[in-house]
Nanobody
Framework: QMQFEESGGGLVQPGGSLRLSCTAS????????IGWFRQAPGKVREGVAR????????TYVDSVKGRFKISRDHARNTVYLQMNSLKPEDTAHYYC????????????????????WGQGTQVTVSS
């Protein structure tokens, strides 16, 4: 059974940093594109970052470029999201997600088709 264990969320002041972690069980993260999406109350899901399965190339939504960095540790079967210079508009529930579709599913904008994700972790940016 595929499971994701996310951690690292919390309350941080604007300009601060957090690092989210996602460790998978029952699944090898390296076999699929992996990423993060977020959802704030009353808003649609938004793809944040994605790392490919083939060459670990990365893609980000424009609003986080230069501030967030996604990475993967194959040995630990873990993916990370380093978030710097956090803004109040980054406040959301963040989910680690794997794209299991055979042809690839859209990340930007985010499509849930063919994807599976965990329970997520809350990130709140506030003074």
């Amino acid at each position: 059974q595929m499971q994701f264990e996310e951690s690292g969320g919390g309350l941080v002041q604007p300009g601060g940093s957090l690092r989210l972690s996602c460790t998978a069980s029952g699944f090898t993260l390296g076999y699929s594109a992996i990423g993060w999406f977020r959802q704030a109350p009353g808003k649609v899901r938004e793809g944040v970052a994605r790392i490919s399965s083939s060459d670990d190339s990365t893609t980000y939504v424009d609003s986080v470029k230069g501030r967030f960095k996604i990475s993967r540790d194959h040995a630990r079967n873990t993916v990370y999201l380093q978030m710097n210079s956090l803004k109040p508009e980054d406040t959301a529930h963040y989910y680690c997600v794997a794209d299991l579709s055979t042809r690839g599913s859209s990340w930007f904008p985010f499509s849930a088709l063919g994807k599976q994700w965990g329970q997520g972790t809350q990130v709140t940016v506030s003074s």
